[in-house]
């Protein structure tokens, strides 16, 4: 059974960083697209970044230049750097990962999930 645990959310002041993990488990990490997706109060669930394997990444535009995604796969570990962060930054995080190697960007995509991470951006 897969099992994604998210971690390394709180609150910073606008500008500041943080860096969100997600622990992977149940079977082999190395093969499958991890994404970062987050839900804002009222809001739909919003693509934020995924990679690949070997390290191929894709980004909301919204994410662009100030957020950072990463594995390793030796720790079955996902990772997201955010920085420069705005209060519209706030939201739960989730990490998700796909059934297979092709990078999405679609929620639907995504076959397990965390539980999520709750980040909030003060001003």
């Known amino acids: 059974q897969v099992q994604l645990v998210e971690s390394g959310g709180g609150l910073v002041q606008a500008g500041g960083s943080l860096r969100l993990s997600c622990v992977a488990s149940?079977?082999?990490?190395?093969?499958?697209?991890m994404g970062w997706f987050r839900q804002a109060p009222g809001k739909e669930l919003e693509f934020v970044a995924a990679?690949?394997?070997?390290?191929?990444?894709t980004y909301a535009d919204f994410v662009k230049g100030r957020f950072i995604i990463s594995r390793d796969n030796a720790k079955n570990t996902a990772t997201l750097e955010m920085n420069s962060l705005r209060p519209e930054d706030t939201a739960v995080y989730y990490c998700a990962q796909r059934d297979n190697g092709d990078l999405r960007i679609g929620g639907r995509d995504y076959a397990y999930w965390g539980q999520g991470t709750q980040v909030t951006v003060s001003s």
């Open positions: 990679i690949s394997w070997i390290g191929s990444s």
């Open positions: 149940g079977r082999t990490f190395s093969r499958y697209v």
